[in-house]
């Protein structure tokens, strides 16, 4: 997944202190840090977009030790993959984090909606 934006150590690091040894052998097989998490260390950041990508980590961690329960009873959504995204890791954070996830998702839409308007103002679609 290469829209995944934390690092393979950090993931190594978050599997091996809850257990969890599929997602651990799997950051050690596929152990390159992914595009977007690349990118991001060459970008600044505005400040909305920072607390977003700050929350989103936190939903991780937070939600690493549930993952390994969740994907005993939930095959399909692969959440071993140490670079799952959201579309698999939603379900789990919806039925297990709710409150968090809800506040990320409206923090999210602000977000969106401030960048939204600039896609016309700068240019990108006319």
């Known amino acids: ?9 950090e993931i190594l690091e978050l599997a091996d202190n809850n257990n969890f040894n599929l997602m651990y052998q799997d950051a050690k097989i596929n ?3 992914r595009y977007v998490y690349n990118t991001l260390q060459e970008t600044t950041l ?3 977009a920072q607390e977003i990508l700050n929350m989103a980590k936190e939903l991780i961690k937070k939600s690493i030790s549930m993952r390994v329960l969740y994907h005993e009873d939930n095959p399909k959504y692969h959440l071993n993959s140490w670079d799952s995204g959201w579309a698999q890791l939603k379900p789990m954070l919806k039925e297990y984090f709710k409150e968090d996830y809800d506040n990320f998702v409206k923090k999210y ?3 969106e909606d401030r960048m939204r308007k600039g896609v016309y103002k700068f240019g990108f679609l006319k």
């Open 1 to 9: 997944n290469n829209f995944f934006f934390m690092s393979n150590k």
């Open 31 to 33: 152990n390159e840090d």
């Open 46 to 48: 505005s400040d909305d």
């Open 109 to 111: 839409k602000k977000f």
